[in-house]
């Protein structure tokens, strides 16, 4: 076991996270029972019953002290983890959490490897508590709360934290970082109930000691590291007080047996280390008590008297009656009759009367515990000079333990020498005390008077050296000190050692030593039982041993005997093993079971064996026996496995089982079938030299394994969040089924949530099966208003582009809801606070909005450009000088409506009854976007050809005249300015005409010769 806890050390060194830790222990649990025994008047009265109750309860303890419960009381426990959301290290793993449930179940059945330090003084008062705890369920939670007050916030989900689970029944612990440094505190009994359990901090849950991961290290913080923090919590949930009372040496902490001490210890102190002088039963203070401030490291015992305050809860009618489950597998009583003998400085035998029904027994020395499956055990290798304390307790097939027996002390001083001087001062109620001193079991000497109040008395003891117990009693039982009177009495022996003093005791005290020499065997001639047949010629008596089966053997006397046998069989020169008082007979027979190589004392007419005998294997078989190697308890998924017991013969063992159903083996190989309880039964059938040995059996138990369900955290969420798949993942691989509470609705792996505010819980249930035990997990997450959710754009306000090409766009965007200011940001630019923007080209804008807190808004706005205006026209040639010409116009793009402006006047798309000539106009459309367009209408002649023909103008453009080449003669042309107007006509005679054309405006203007219709332009410069 060192072995171990020096490796699990060297791994705690390389891998443990280390967080800062307070310099001195601080624990809040009395502030605040103070604080509710101030302020809660409920909590007052039930506490103070409480206190009653107990008190009570510790009263009926003293009288009923050795009918020691054989239950234990198994707690299960919740552990709701609540972590920083910006420190995911307090979000501590399912390893680590399962490390604190170990050191628990360690340090309430004083199965800590450090109890071994108790000093001598305490060791009879170390408490097996009896508790064991399962961890039932974790809840973890995400929370912004960087430290907790002690006014239980984290208690309740209405304050941010997490509610009790069922805290009649079940122990809750909150996993959370405490404001102040205090490392944890837990609400008294008498408290509400939905208050009720302990807080721990983060860096305080769990030991190093189990921190076996390098790659995923423990987040605790030393000295604070060994899981002793929850511990001590528990202590006060079970209603402990710290162990110097709160108070100074004038007070108690209300347990009998832990001394007066005036303040906390911190850190580690050195044996003895005493603060009272009111401490007169004790060398030093109980600083390595739970309910000390010592470090982690340096606490580790609870006292009886602790326990008997706490259990009074569990009475009907207690504070705690409900809470856990008492097992009540193992109703085996406290075995009795402990009895020492073959005492030597480094080496003992102990043996006690057998308990009914016992599997084995587990023998408690000095904190180490061994198990036997006989109802004796020789202790070997003990260390010269030293004290001991041993207790013993049977257990049961089904591996349940019983209650321990009252523990007896011994020290391999060595023994003491006669006569003895037993001196016996009185307190004020002498005739209370009385005594008896035994030897090897048998009475010797009791007290023979009434003694006096307040006086001194004097015996001398002076019997044959042995084993010898000597025991005081008060019958009132308040011991003969310190209550009323300063009684005390001493041993010493004829050396002048003392071998026991004291007076501080309840109904009684017990110690035991020897007298005389201790090393030497006082009896002669050893012989080693051997098979076959011994005969030894003594006078006056001749014994044979035969070897039977299951090594059993008869020894008897034969042959002729001078007077009646009385044939006893010593394993020692103290301990009968067999004996047969046959006063009828000459001869003598025994039937006795002897191991190989074991040495026996035969004793004959009262005397043991005396010189003369002669002892000689003459033939026959050896002796064997089967050790087993630790048969270790399994799970259902461990592979198969070797059995190891060896024969001492060396010959192969042959295994059985006795349930197929948990276990089955072939050859030397176990397979495990299912969880139970099976017994392996080792078999050696001997052969030509050895007999067969004594079938060895142990009883293997194989459990489910455990499963771990993880969850992948959930972050809070709002009302208008989007379905999402969560994770979860069994250490098993089996299937996992969900459940969720609060508003959300589940399908699948998939969380719908219903929009309305809330606590979400879900829950991973994995129910388990023939090989892993069931589990359930839970995490929880807030479902809150989108606080963006009323910032919303309450106007759009866009301008679009007015003609077609043009940048006069615009846009204007408001917001309602969020929190001002806003600012805004188009198509990517900076956030300003300007929410207009204008002089925009068509296209689609993108607009950002932000509002204080970071509240965004997007949308977009398009500004959109009319096409550009098109006009098609259509125009019909005049045929007639009087005009019948016309043009048609069609327009499209623009903005409607359009309108016309001609440079006739009219306002129509259509003109008719033109002359020829050239028409212009106007189109404006309805957003005041205009195109200027101009037309010629034409003459119509036979066809265009000839009348381009007809005649030339040059030169074109003029000045001031133009010449005419023609072919018409005697007739006429006119001279057309663009409006149509006649500005000029000549008569025309030959081939050529010359006009001036000086005082004609600059312009276009059309010629017409009038015989032939066709038509001309020239250009006037
Ligand atoms: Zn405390």
Not at 444 to 454: A, C, R
Not at 581 to 590: M, P, T, Y
Not at 736 to 753: D, H, Q, R, W
């Amino acid at each position: 076991m060192k072995e171990l806890y020096l490796l699990l050390l060297s791994l705690f060194i390389s891998g443990s996270v280390f967080s800062q830790a307070p310099q001195q222990r601080k624990c809040a649990a009395q502030t605040l029972h103070d604080y509710q025994m101030d302020h809660d008047p409920l909590y007052k009265n039930r506490y103070k019953q409480i206190q009653r109750n107990t008190k009570a309860f510790q009263e009926i303890q003293k009288s009923f002290r050795s009918t020691a419960s054989t239950t234990v009381r198994e707690i299960p426990v919740y552990v709701h983890i609540i972590y920083d959301e910006n420190v995911p290290e307090q979000n501590l793993s399912n390893a680590q959490i399962e490390s604190q449930i170990e050191v628990l179940n360690e340090d309430f059945r004083a199965l800590n490897t450090d109890v071994a330090d108790v000093p001598t003084e305490f060791e009879s008062l170390v408490s097996d508590y009896q508790l064991i705890f399962t961890l039932e369920g974790i809840s973890r939670k995400s929370s912004t709360v960087v430290e907790w007050d002690t006014d239980n916030k984290m208690k309740s989900t209405a304050t941010g934290g997490v509610d009790a689970i069922t805290p009649e029944t079940h122990l809750n612990i909150w996993v959370c970082k405490i404001s102040g440094d205090i490392l944890g505190y837990a609400q008294f009994p008498g408290g509400s109930l939905p208050t009720d359990g302990v807080v721990v901090g983060p860096n305080f849950f769990g030991s190093s000691d189990y921190d076996t991961d390098p790659s995923n290290p423990f987040y605790l913080s030393s000295p604070y590291d060994k899981g002793r923090t929850t511990t001590h919590e528990i202590g006060h949930y079970l209603n402990l007080r710290h162990i110097w009372g709160d108070g100074g040496c004038s007070v108690d902490d209300g347990v009998g047996d832990t001394p007066l001490a005036a303040d906390s210890n911190g850190g580690c102190p050195s044996y003895p280390s005493k603060s009272c002088a009111e401490n007169t039963e004790f060398t030093s203070d109980m600083f390595m008590n739970y309910m000390d401030y010592t470090n982690d490291a340096c606490m580790f015992m609870f006292s009886e008297g602790q326990k008997t305050r706490s259990y009074a809860l569990f009475e009907p009618g207690g504070f705690r009656e409900n809470l856990g489950i008492v097992q009540d597998g193992c109703s085996l009583s406290a075995p009795t009759n402990l009895s020492l003998s073959g005492r030597s400085t480094n080496s003992l035998s102990l043996v006690w009367d057998a308990v009914a029904e016992a599997n084995s027994y587990d023998v408690w020395v000095n904190g180490i515990v061994s198990n036997t499956l006989s109802n004796s055990i020789d202790l070997i290798d003990l260390a010269e000079g030293n004290t001991y304390t041993i207790k013993v307790t049977a257990k049961c097939s089904e591996g349940g333990i019983g209650a321990y027996s009252e523990a007896v002390s011994f020290n391999t001083l060595g023994c003491y020498s006669s006569p003895l001087t037993f001196t016996l001062n009185t307190d004020k109620y002498g005739d209370e005390t009385s005594w008896v001193l035994s030897l090897d079991g048998v009475v010797v000497q009791t007290d023979s008077i009434t003694y006096g109040n307040e006086t001194t008395y004097t015996e001398n003891f002076d019997f044959e050296d042995g084993n010898y117990t000597f025991e005081i009693k008060d019958s009132f039982g308040d011991g003969i000190c310190c209550g009323e009177g300063n009684g005390s009495y001493t041993i010493t022996d004829a050396d002048g050692r003392i071998i026991k003093s004291g007076g501080e005791f309840e109904f009684s005290e017990t110690v035991s030593f020897c007298v005389g020499v201790l090393e030497t065997v006082d009896c002669e001639n050893t012989m080693n039982a051997s098979l076959g047949i011994n005969t030894v010629v003594s006078a006056p008596a001749v014994y044979e041993f035969k070897a039977m089966e299951n090594s059993e053997y008869i020894i008897s006397s034969v042959g002729l005997t001078t007077v009646d046998t009385d044939l006893n069989i010593y394993s020692d020169c103290n301990t009968i093993i067999a004996e047969n008082d046959n006063a009828e007979s000459l001869q003598s027979e025994i039937r006795t079971i002897l191991e190989a190589g074991q040495i026996i004392y035969i004793q004959w007419n009262d005397t043991h064996s005396t010189d003369g005998f002669d002892w000689s294997v003459s033939s026959g078989k050896n002796l064997q026996s089967i050790t087993w190697d630790v048969l270790s308890d399994k799970k259902v998924n461990d592979l198969p496995f070797e059995l190891k017991a060896t024969a001492s013969s060396n010959l192969e063992v042959s295994y059985s089982s006795s349930n197929l159903q948990v276990v089955t083996v072939n050859g030397k190989i176990a397979t495990i079938i299912g969880a139970g309880e099976a017994t392996i039964t080792a078999i050696q059938e001997g052969n030509e030299d050895f007999l067969a040995a004594p079938v060895a059996q142990k009883v293997l138990v194989v459990s489910k394994v455990d499963q771990i369900i993880n969850i992948s955290s959930i972050p809070n969420k709002y009302t208008t969040d989007h379905d999402f798949e969560f994770e979860a993942e069994v250490s098993s691989g089996l299937d996992l089924t969900y459940e969720v509470s609060g508003p959300a609705k589940l399908n699948g792996t998939t969380i719908s949530l219903e929009g309305t505010i809330g606590e979400v819980t879900l829950t991973a249930v994995q129910v388990g099966n023939e090989v892993f035990k069931a589990a359930t997990t839970s995490t929880s997450f807030q479902v809150t208003k989108d606080p963006c959710l009323d910032f919303v754009v309450s106007e759009l306000i866009t301008s679009d582009i007015n003609c077609f090409g043009g940048q006069d766009g615009s846009i204007e965007v408001m917001v309602s809801g969020g929190i001002e200011p806003y600012t805004y940001s188009l198509n990517g630019s900076a956030f300003g606070e300007n929410n207009t923007w204008e002089g925009l080209l068509e296209g689609e804008y993108s607009l950002v909005i932000m509002d204080d807190s970071s509240c965004v808004l997007s949308t977009t706005a398009t500004i959109k450009s009319p096409t550009a205006l098109v006009v098609d026209e259509k125009v019909t040639n005049s045929s007639s000088v009087a005009g019948n010409g016309a043009i048609d116009l069609t327009v499209s793009g623009g903005t409607k409506d359009y309108a016309y402006d001609w440079n006739t006047g009219a306002n129509t798309s259509s003109i008719e009854n033109l002359e020829t000539g050239i028409y212009s106009v106007i189109v404006t459309d309805g957003n005041g976007c205009s195109v200027e367009e101009s037309f010629e209408v034409g003459g119509v002649t036979s066809t265009d050809h000839e009348k381009d023909d007809d005649f030339i103008i040059y030169p074109n453009p003029a000045e001031n005249v133009i010449r005419i080449l023609h072919n018409a003669d005697s007739d006429y042309l006119n001279i057309y300015s663009v409006k149509g107007v006649i500005v000029k006509s000549t008569t025309i005679i030959g081939e050529s005409t010359e006009i001036d054309v000086s005082n004609l405006s600059s312009g276009l203007y059309f010629i017409r010769l009038n015989q032939t219709g066709s038509m001309q332009k020239f250009i006037k410069e």
